[in-house]
């Protein structure tokens, strides 16, 4: 199924660290706190907001999982935007491996790749996948009216971001996820603003 994105411009958040990122979990629909440094993250994010041109004409959308939540309440206070929950940009489904480690599902300590953490998201037992996971971020950017500001997570912020910029699977399997950042996506091309240094921007 094509989908060509023609909507309004979105900032796009990543939660801060947790405490399963810290200890290479993968969490899904389940959830753990932000640590100190998570919501240092979250703090930066509030920063580059306040530096954007406009941005009091923006909506704000979350995911309802917890972690979120905290991300949203710190980040979005500096710009004065209170964010309406929306089930349809919470994290994939992970299934059974939720809240397992990359060597509790491999059984190696060999380190890996991005791309592969985010493939056991994708093809985990009893999870969403894949299609249903770019289905329902379909219809969330099909709804958007307005321009955004969303606070979600890893996975389902690489299949926005892949949908916008019209990216194969594999390509979105490789996308970078960090925190303490903001992804700023319109029309095909994404800018990342980060708290050191000018946004760059990619196409």
């Given amino acids: 199924m094509s989908f060509t994105y023609s909507g309004p411009r979105l900032l796009l958040l990543r939660h801060g660290e947790t405490e399963w990122n810290r200890q290479g979990r993968l969490q899904g629909r389940k959830n753990s706190p932000l640590t100190d440094l998570g919501r240092a993250q979250a703090r ?3 920063e580059i907001l306040k530096q954007i041109n406009g941005i009091e004409r923006f909506d704000a959308v979350c995911s309802p999982l917890g972690r979120a939540q905290e991300t949203a309440r710190i980040a979005l206070g500096p710009v004065g935007k209170l964010p309406r929950l929306d089930p349809l940009v919470a994290e994939i489904n ?3 491996w939720e809240g397992k480690t990359y060597r509790d599902i491999v059984g190696s300590d060999d380190t890996f790749e991005d ?3 985010m493939r056991l998201f994708l093809t ?3 999870g969403e ?3 249903v996971l ?3 971020c379909a219809a969330f950017l099909s709804e958007l009216e307005r321009p ?3 606070v979600s997570h890893s996975v389902t912020l690489c299949m926005i971001r892949g949908l916008i910029r019209g990216l194969s699977q594999k390509d979105i399997e490789a996308l970078d996820r960090p925190q303490g950042v903001v992804y700023d996506v319109k029309m095909g091309q994404e800018t990342l603003w980060s708290p050191h240094g000018v946004p760059t ?3």
């Fill in 44 to 46: 930066q994010q509030g």
């Fill in 201 to 203: 921007t990619c196409a």
């Fill in 129 to 131: 996948g894949f299609d």
């Fill in 134 to 136: 770019r289905g329902r």
């Fill in 148 to 150: 955004t500001i969303l």
């Fill in 94 to 96: 992970a299934g059974a």
């Fill in 124 to 126: 985990a037992p009893g």
């Fill in 115 to 117: 791309s592969e953490m």
